[in-house]
């Protein structure tokens, strides 16, 4: 049987489902035997790896391409992928991978160490010639890479301008995985629409707003996919997510709101939780306005009663967060670090101080997005708890992809504070990419809230090429200490993450990557 007509099935049976919904008939059979349907929080906005930057995205994309290493299933630890195996250089600068022999791309075309170098050339050479099918935003994962060379056909070694203790684990995230270089030279600025890599699925159709659907690889060098096929849909609204749980229309739904949990107790759903490396924080534009003061700064996180926001909006799904660094990553979490204790007096006075007393505030808040929880409740309490130690705040929401546009090039000129959420790979790849002053959104980083401070630049850069792990975390601890003093964000919540499955899925697992695998997963 052809998987194709399978994957029509499956978007006649999604008509359906919704036109069953919105009568409120009770559902039955709403998806056919073999195609996972799943509730995505959003839009993705690409479909190239190494265009995007959300979690969202990557729950597809992990799907469809591999990297040359992966996460092992349950962990943040390497394993082989593409490549078959590694040796590095005794001073930690060449990093030389072996490929697995008779791979080929979705497109037919195989996998060399000359289509390696293009993935990376392609990102980080402004010469390439389809560097501009870009703009790449996670680059900075490998600007140690100082050469990409094709060794033979099966061997391409990467050297490193400086030993980078993160370099593997940041092949393993989404930014390292392998497309085709075929594809992206037919297709050039339209490849995220487009996409072939080597994965368990192919790409089959994007119908916007409405599906993307990837089928399974027959060919996939480590073995076939339990599935047919995988539609997402997304639903960016959770409450209409769940309905459509409940009504039988989708068979995974992801980010389950907290007020939602009861409803899947039961025989007919599977509720998934896993905790893992995720921080919910408040970005604080630190360059102008009310917030370029340290001490408004550290009176926002008195002022927010984050215990409340953790119990009554996230119904004890989350625990408040003391630092940048979230304490899934114990070799190199703080302990010492106590979150900002709830203190509206506190705020009160530190605002008196600085003068700020009856500032404006213009806070963005998202719809909805990767790992952003419950974002509107969550601002709308926020805005509640500044009120009433004296700011005056105005809220601008934001659909996710057009929130990350306003809030990504940075917040000058525009607002004094913007919800944000990270789930990350390594405790170097958060403040590295948002906290350093080279990070600055006109630099290619995260940093919109532009915060700057010469001993945190100087204690991550020693962090990230460092070989010996304690080392590591004796210079994450200290950063923690002072960006907590410093207080460019609102350090607010830790979350676990969550999913549902229905009666009929078996073998899914979350992973505390954040990323779904679905090749292991089956469904009567």
């Not at 073999?34 to 839009?43: C, R, S, Y």
């Not at 769940?242 to 389950?256: F, K, R």
């Not at 998202?366 to 500044?386: F, K, N, R, Y």
């Not at 950063?479 to 460019?488: G, K, L």
Request: glycine residues 8%; contains cysteine; charged residues 20%.
């Amino acid at each position: 049987m052809t998987i194709l007509p399978m994957t029509r099935r499956a978007v006649s049976a999604l008509a359906l489902a919704a036109c069953i919904a919105s009568v409120g008939l009770p559902a039955a059979a709403q998806t056919p035997p073999g195609v996972l349907v799943v509730g995505q929080i959003a839009e993705p906005k690409s479909l190239d790896p190494h265009a995007v930057t959300a979690v969202n995205d990557f729950r597809i994309l992990m799907n469809v391409y591999d990297g040359l290493v992966r996460y092992k299933s349950g962990t943040l630890e390497v394993e082989p992928a593409l490549a078959e195996s590694w040796e590095i250089s005794e001073d930690g600068t060449e990093y030389t991978f072996t490929l697995r022999e008779g791979i080929s791309f979705h497109d037919g075309t195989p996998l060399t160490a000359e289509a390696v170098k293009f993935n990376f050339d392609r990102m980080l050479d402004e010469n390439h010639p389809f560097h501009d099918t870009g703009p790449f935003p996670l680059s900075f994962f490998f600007s140690a890479i100082e050469a990409t060379e094709a060794v033979d056909e099966r061997t391409v070694k990467f050297t490193l301008n400086a030993p980078y203790a993160p370099f593997l684990s940041n092949l393993a995230y989404p930014t390292g995985l392998i497309v085709s270089p075929a594809a992206v030279e037919q297709h050039g600025a339209d490849f995220g629409r487009n996409p072939a890599g080597t994965g368990p699925f192919k790409f089959a159709e994007w119908r916007s707003n409405e599906a993307v659907v990837i089928e399974k690889n027959p060919d996939y060098w480590d073995g076939a996919a339990g599935l047919e096929a995988v539609v997402y849909r997304p639903i960016t609204d959770a409450n209409t997510r769940t309905a459509e749980m409940l009504a039988g229309g989708i068979d995974l739904m992801v980010e389950v709101p907290p007020n939602a949990l009861s409803e899947f107790e039961g025989d007919a759903y599977t509720l998934h939780e896993q905790a893992g490396p995720h921080l919910w924080f408040l970005i604080l534009n630190a360059k102008e306005g009310p917030f370029a003061d340290v001490k408004v700064r550290q009176a926002a996180n008195y002022a927010i009663n984050k215990q409340a926001i953790v119990e009554n909006v996230l119904e004890g799904t989350a625990e408040v967060a003391a630092g940048p660094t979230p304490p899934a990553f114990a070799w190199a979490y703080n302990e010492a670090l106590e979150p900002y204790p709830y203190d509206p007096e506190k705020a009160k006075a530190l605002i008196a101080e600085a003068g700020a007393e009856g500032a404006e505030l213009t806070f963005y808040v998202t719809e909805g997005g990767s790992g952003m929880l419950d974002p509107v409740p969550m601002g709308t309490a926020i805005q509640a708890d500044l009120e009433a130690v004296g700011f005056d705040v105005k809220i601008e929401t934001y659909e996710w992809n057009t929130f990350l546009g306003e809030v990504n090039p940075g917040l000058e000129g525009k607002a004094d504070m913007a919800e944000m959420a990270w789930m990350t790979n390594d405790p170097d790849t958060l403040p590295f990419l948002a906290l350093r002053t080279e990070a600055w959104p006109d630099k290619g980083g995260f940093n919109s809230g532009y915060y700057s401070n010469p001993k945190v630049d100087e204690l991550l850069e020693a962090a990230r090429v460092s070989t010996a792990q304690d080392e590591r975390a004796a210079l994450y601890k200290e950063m923690q200490e002072i960006v907590q003093e410093d207080a460019p964000w609102v350090f607010v919540a830790n979350w676990k993450q969550n999913a549902v499955t229905a009666a009929g899925v078996a073998g899914f697992e979350l992973q505390p990557s954040f990323f779904l695998l679905l090749d292991g997963v089956t469904k009567n």
